[in-house]
């Protein structure tokens, strides 16, 4: 019978939008169960069913020869049956077990009544012998016959004696298996669970003594695991109040429970080495990238519905600004000689400061850029205009930018509705233009964020341009380097200057596009 906290469990997945399918392979419950579970929402109350059993008029009598001693379950039986009973040996053999239990709780395992009769059956002690040393390889390896090699009764001695206690247990179940005790002798003998020893049983017949003495974890642990990494970033990304929970910020609790009802089973400290791996700590909130944007999940599916259904005759451009910096003394991680540290000015004149506004077109992976003297409406309306120019064979193309304030005037918006009116497509034919924002605070999402960070670990880190002219040349060559590798090979090869961008230049809702070590 279920208990209200499964009854719950059971019904929080399937409002979470999982499958029956899906629960029963989470929780383990057949179909049905998981369909009566649904249906009645709580468990309905059951009263206990006292039932008479067959064996009740003779438990007086068979107790009363257990305590007398000396006597098997077989004679019990033989003793019930002349009295008169007519239910099964089974019940007889459960009325003994429980017996015993309570009779020898608390004593030692070998105690001996003074007539030298021991408390334990024929296959309990045999298990102690083994346990105590007695038996030997060879007497092993004959008391299971040819089911055990020597050299595998060789092992199991070797790891009895000498082998931990979880050990010990693996080595004295896949003995008294092989000898032919039951698995409801062995299992309380041990005080393990029968399931744990059926799976002892099982690894061994699929991989042998060695498979069941491996104690190694699965090759790729959970917190390495792409797709639990993908998980829990989908999650953090988005605020918890999207998801049900009524809170601002994300705790691990929260954070297990969402991954569950997806059907992802990990323990918190997982996820924290998962958030702890990818450079984020909770204790600053400028590391924990997340949009408090109402509308993410609206704003962010506009957006993947777009990118799939993009035409060959339309563009979809990631649009930001980097910067604005200094051009000075840059510091970074380089080579340098044990003993030596490399040293950056903390005081030093500026030879003037830089600003990059870029276009990142996603299906080719070609940047346009060029370089403000700062960020405003009219350094947008000038990329609108060269990208319009440029791509002018186009259908549409569509902009999709963060949730600066210089992006969304009315000045920008006036002169995008300009342009898509018909009275100036007339004069002017091109492509139309969409504005697809990106949610609020959600700067990780814009994919040229990735590309500035490749850029700026490539040719600003350990730099020291003579002049502002210079570093514009080296961010030109740069770019065009990078728009000539991709024009000629479209898929991301390493080793160059461009892979050290910090993740992939695509648009996906895991990914943390902004390199949370670079202000800008």
Same mark, same amino acid.
């Given at each position: 019978?279920? #208990?209200?906290?499964?009854?719950?469990?059971?019904?929080?997945?399937?409002?979470?939008?999982?499958?029956?399918?899906?629960?029963?392979?989470?929780?383990?419950?057949?179909?049905?169960?998981?369909?009566?579970?649904?249906?009645?929402?709580?468990?309905?109350?059951?009263?206990?069913?006292?039932?008479?059993?067959?064996?009740?008029?003779?438990?007086?009598?068979?107790?009363?020869?257990?305590?007398?001693?000396?006597?098997?379950?077989?004679?019990?039986?033989?003793?019930?049956?002349?009295?008169?009973?007519?239910?099964?040996?089974?019940?007889?053999?459960?009325?003994?077990?429980?017996?015993?239990?309570?009779?020898?709780?608390?004593?030692?395992?070998?105690?001996?009544?003074?007539?030298? #009769?021991?408390?334990?059956?024929?296959?309990?002690?045999?298990?102690?012998?083994?346990?105590?040393?007695?038996?030997?390889?060879?007497?092993?390896?004959?008391?299971?016959?040819?089911?055990?090699?020597?050299?595998?009764?060789?092992?199991?001695?070797?790891?009895?004696?000498?082998?931990?206690?979880?050990?010990?247990?693996?080595?004295?179940?896949?003995?008294?298996?092989?000898?032919?005790?039951?698995?409801?002798?062995?299992?309380?003998?041990?005080?393990?669970?029968?399931?744990?020893?059926?799976?002892?049983?099982?690894?061994?017949?699929?991989?042998?003594?060695?498979?069941?003495?491996?104690?190694?974890?699965?090759?790729?642990?959970?917190?390495?695991?792409?797709?639990?990494?993908?998980?829990?970033?989908?999650?953090?990304?988005?605020?918890?109040?999207?998801?049900?929970?009524?809170?601002?910020?994300?705790?691990?609790?929260?954070?297990?429970?969402?991954?569950?009802?997806?059907?992802?089973?990990?323990?918190?400290?997982?996820?924290?080495?998962?958030?702890?791996?990818?450079?984020?700590?909770?204790?600053?909130?400028?590391?924990?990238?997340?949009?408090?944007?109402?509308?993410?999940?609206?704003?962010?599916?506009?957006?993947?519905?777009?990118?799939?259904?993009?035409?060959?005759?339309?563009?979809?451009?990631?649009?930001?600004?980097?910067?604005?910096?200094?051009?000075?003394?840059?510091?970074?991680?380089?080579?340098?000689?044990?003993?030596?540290?490399?040293?950056?000015?903390?005081?030093?004149?500026?030879?003037?400061?830089?600003?990059?506004?870029?276009?990142?077109?996603?299906?080719?992976?070609?940047?346009?850029?060029?370089?403000?003297?700062?960020?405003?409406?009219?350094?947008?309306?000038?990329?609108?205009?060269?990208?319009?120019?440029?791509?002018?064979?186009?259908?549409?193309?569509?902009?999709?930018?963060?949730?600066?304030?210089?992006?969304?005037?009315?000045?920008?918006?006036?002169?995008?509705?300009?342009?898509?009116?018909?009275?100036?497509?007339?004069?002017?034919?091109?492509?139309?233009?969409?504005?697809?924002?990106?949610?609020?605070?959600?700067?990780?999402?814009?994919?040229?964020?990735?590309?500035?960070?490749?850029?700026?670990?490539?040719?600003?880190?350990?730099?020291?341009?003579?002049?502002?002219?210079?570093?514009?040349?080296?961010?030109?060559?740069?770019?065009?380097?990078?728009?000539?590798?991709?024009?000629?090979?479209?898929?991301?090869?390493?080793?160059?200057?461009?892979?050290?961008?910090?993740?992939?230049?695509?648009?996906?809702?895991?990914?943390?596009?902004?390199?949370?070590?670079?202000?800008?």
């Amino acid at each position: 019978m279920l #208990t209200a906290e499964q009854y719950a469990h059971i019904n929080l997945l399937f409002r979470s939008g999982l499958s029956r399918r899906r629960i029963r392979l989470v929780t383990g419950h057949d179909h049905s169960t998981i369909r009566k579970v649904l249906r009645e929402q709580t468990p309905s109350p059951r009263l206990p069913v006292v039932r008479k059993k067959k064996l009740d008029p003779f438990r007086s009598e068979l107790q009363r020869h257990l305590a007398a001693g000396g006597v098997n379950c077989e004679q019990l039986i033989a003793v019930a049956i002349q009295a008169g009973y007519r239910g099964s040996s089974r019940a007889v053999h459960r009325f003994v077990r429980a017996f015993r239990s309570k009779q020898f709780a608390g004593r030692k395992m070998t105690a001996i009544f003074p007539c030298g #009769t021991s408390l334990l059956s024929e296959d309990h002690f045999w298990m102690l012998r083994l346990l105590q040393g007695e038996i030997e390889a060879a007497a092993l390896r004959s008391d299971c016959g040819d089911r055990l090699a020597l050299d595998d009764a060789e092992c199991l001695v070797a790891k009895i004696r000498e082998g931990r206690l979880g050990i010990r247990n693996r080595a004295v179940v896949l003995a008294a298996c092989l000898k032919g005790i039951s698995i409801r002798a062995i299992a309380p003998f041990l005080r393990l669970n029968k399931d744990t020893v059926q799976a002892y049983c099982r690894r061994f017949h699929k991989r042998g003594i060695q498979g069941v003495f491996d104690l190694s974890r699965r090759e790729v642990k959970k917190a390495d695991d792409q797709l639990y990494r993908d998980a829990v970033f989908k999650i953090l990304h988005a605020p918890p109040s999207s998801l049900g929970f009524n809170r601002t910020t994300w705790r691990m609790a929260d954070l297990k429970s969402a991954l569950e009802a997806q059907g992802l089973l990990i323990a918190r400290e997982n996820i924290r080495k998962i958030i702890r791996n990818a450079g984020f700590r909770f204790r600053k909130a400028k590391k924990v990238l997340t949009s408090n944007d109402p509308d993410y999940r609206r704003k962010l599916e506009e957006i993947t519905a777009i990118l799939q259904n993009l035409k060959a005759n339309e563009k979809f451009f990631s649009i930001d600004e980097f910067g604005p910096f200094a051009v000075k003394i840059q510091g970074g991680r380089s080579l340098t000689k044990a003993g030596e540290t490399k040293t950056v000015p903390q005081r030093q004149r500026s030879k003037g400061r830089l600003i990059c506004t870029a276009a990142l077109e996603l299906s080719e992976n070609q940047v346009t850029h060029f370089y403000s003297d700062r960020k405003n409406t009219d350094e947008m309306l000038k990329l609108l205009e060269i990208l319009l120019k440029s791509h002018s064979d186009q259908a549409c193309i569509y902009f999709s930018w963060d949730a600066a304030s210089w992006h969304a005037s009315k000045k920008l918006f006036k002169r995008v509705d300009e342009i898509n009116s018909s009275a100036d497509r007339e004069v002017h034919p091109g492509p139309r233009v969409r504005l697809a924002p990106l949610p609020a605070c959600a700067q990780f999402l814009n994919v040229i964020e990735s590309v500035f960070s490749g850029m700026a670990r490539a040719v600003i880190h350990n730099s020291d341009y003579s002049s502002v002219p210079a570093c514009m040349a080296a961010i030109d060559r740069h770019f065009a380097e990078r728009n000539r590798y991709f024009g000629e090979h479209p898929k991301r090869a390493g080793n160059k200057l461009w892979g050290k961008e910090l993740v992939p230049a695509l648009f996906d809702e895991t990914q943390n596009c902004k390199d949370p070590t670079w202000r800008s």
